[in-house]
């Protein structure tokens, strides 16, 4: 199985199974809650799935977890780090990989595997302060991977239709955890390495550290 944890928007777990089916999916939808949740909802889907740590009763066998997929954003500084970092201590607890994801890719391919009208399209999210963060895909690639065509950006909410200049836009409020496994899967199989460890902040932390002291004078 692989599990896949996003918390760009809301906070997504999922499991699925080596072909890319759902064995079992939880979120919450309040963009600032990540911290509080995110440990129920992991045990949750869990459980659910019968992995085999948790439910000592079930043998070991197609239920053992082979990779953890990490949704990188985009996304706020402190609700997404949370989820990378959930993400990571999983897979180090069970000494397992790492996938990192971009988190538009799960909803791009929440797309084209529901909709009939797949032209070029953009993943729209809330930024917060008014901006929202863009990525424009088009279809899938031979690996079944959407493909981007421009790069994530941040612009100014109400400069956004002007920005896509006649590209369908599609916004997104929730991302589902079980299609960026699916992508995490493809990518895995195809050997393939979507993005790095570094996660895709929209902007710096508002807090910093404090600089050195200024000399006072005598």
Request: a negative charge; charged letters at 25%; hydrophobic letters at 50%.
């Amino acid at each position: 199985m692989i599990l896949a944890v996003d918390t760009s928007l809301g906070t997504a777990v999922a499991l699925i199974d080596a072909d890319g089916a759902r064995r079992a999916e939880a979120g919450a939808v309040d963009p600032l809650g990540h911290a509080e949740v995110i440990g129920d909802l992991l045990v949750g889907v869990l459980c659910e799935a019968g992995d085999a740590r948790v439910d000592v009763l079930r043998e070991a066998d197609d239920t053992d977890i082979t990779h953890v997929v990490a949704g990188m954003g985009p996304g706020p500084f402190t609700g997404l780090r949370i989820g990378i970092a959930a993400a990571r201590a999983f897979a180090l607890g069970r000494g397992l990989p790492v996938i990192p994801v971009p988190s538009h890719f799960a909803a791009a391919l929440t797309v084209l595997e529901t909709e009939t009208e797949t032209e070029t399209f953009a993943i729209v999210t809330d930024a917060r302060r008014r901006e929202v963060a863009i990525t424009v895909f088009d279809g899938l690639d031979d690996d079944g991977i959407p493909v981007v065509v421009a790069d994530t950006v941040l612009v100014r909410a109400a400069d956004a239709d002007a920005h896509l200049d006649g590209i369908r836009r599609i916004d997104v409020s929730t991302l589902s955890a079980t299609d960026l496994a699916r992508v995490g899967a493809r990518a895995l199989a195809a050997e393939r390495v979507l993005t790095g460890d570094e996660p895709l902040y929209m902007r710096h932390p508002d807090v910093t550290l404090p600089g050195a002291p200024k000399k006072v004078g005598t």
